[in-house]
C-alpha cells in the first residue's frame, strides 16, 4: 500500500478484557445482550438498572451505524459498580474520496462544535490524527491514506474518565492503529 492508496482495513491492539461486538453482522444485538447478561449476573443490580445500560448501549450502537460504525467494544470499570461501561465505538463515516478536510481543518471545525473539548493534531503511527478530549470522552479522527477520509475511535470512560490511566490506555489503542 503506497500513501496515496485507500487502505483495505485496519489493525487496533484491545486487551483481552474488553468485550467485542461486531456491528457490521446482524448479531450484534445478541452479543450485546450476552455482555449485559453477564455483567449484571451477579444480582444485587435491579433490572432496571440493568434495562438502562442495556438500552444506552444499544441506542449507541443504532446510532453508530448510522455513522459508520464497525465495531464496539466495553470493558466494565468497576465489577460492583451498575456505571456504564468503558467503550470504544470504531466508525469509517462514508464520505467522498477526496473531500475530506485536512486534519488542520478538522480540528479547527471541532474546536468550534466543541468548545469545551481539548482538540489537537497529533502524529500517530497511522497518520496524521485529531484528537478531542473531555473529562470521559477521548476521540481519535485518524486520517486514511488515499483520500478515503477518517477512522473515528469515540473512547467513553464514565467512571474512571480520560485523565488518568483509563486515558493512557486509550491513547496506547489509539496508537496501535495500522493500515492493511
Known amino acids: 500500500m503506497t500513501a496515496e492508496t485507500p487502505p483495505s482495513d485496519y489493525r487496533l491492539l484491545v486487551p483481552r478484557d474488553w468485550f467485542r461486538i461486531d456491528?457490521?453482522?446482524?448479531?450484534?444485538?445478541?452479543?450485546l445482550k450476552t455482555f449485559?447478561?453477564?455483567e449484571f449476573a451477579a444480582g444485587g443490580t435491579p433490572?432496571?438498572?440493568?434495562?438502562?445500560?442495556?438500552?444506552?448501549?444499544?441506542?449507541?450502537?443504532?446510532n453508530g451505524l448510522t455513522r459508520g460504525a464497525l465495531e464496539f467494544f466495553l470493558r466494565t470499570e468497576a465489577?460492583?459498580?451498575?456505571?456504564?461501561?468503558?467503550?470504544?465505538?470504531?466508525?469509517?463515516?462514508?464520505?467522498?474520496?477526496?473531500?475530506?478536510?485536512?486534519?488542520?481543518?478538522?480540528?479547527?471545525v471541532l474546536t468550534q462544535r466543541w468548545g469545551q473539548a481539548e482538540?489537537?493534531?497529533?502524529?500517530l503511527p497511522a497518520g496524521r490524527t485529531v484528537r478531542?478530549?473531555?473529562d470521559t470522552n477521548m476521540d481519535f479522527h485518524v486520517h486514511m491514506p488515499g483520500g478515503a477520509g477518517y477512522?473515528?475511535?469515540?473512547f467513553s470512560a464514565p467512571l474512571s474518565g480520560t485523565h488518568g490511566p483509563m486515558g493512557n490506555l486509550c491513547?496506547?489503542?489509539?496508537?496501535?492503529v495500522r493500515w492493511v
Request: cysteine-free.
Open 119 to 123: 482538540v489537537d493534531v497529533i502524529d
Open 151 to 154: 477512522l473515528h475511535l469515540a
Open 36 to 38: 449485559v447478561d453477564k
Open 79 to 108: 465489577p460492583e459498580a451498575s456505571a456504564m461501561p468503558a467503550s470504544l465505538l470504531i466508525s469509517w463515516p462514508p464520505m467522498p474520496r477526496g473531500l475530506a478536510p485536512t486534519p488542520d481543518e478538522f480540528a479547527e
Open 171 to 176: 491513547e496506547a489503542m489509539a496508537h496501535s
Open 23 to 31: 456491528l457490521t453482522q446482524e448479531r450484534w444485538r445478541g452479543q
Open 47 to 62: 433490572a432496571e438498572v440493568a434495562r438502562s445500560v442495556w438500552v444506552t448501549l444499544r441506542n449507541t450502537a443504532e
Open 132 to 134: 478531542s478530549r473531555t
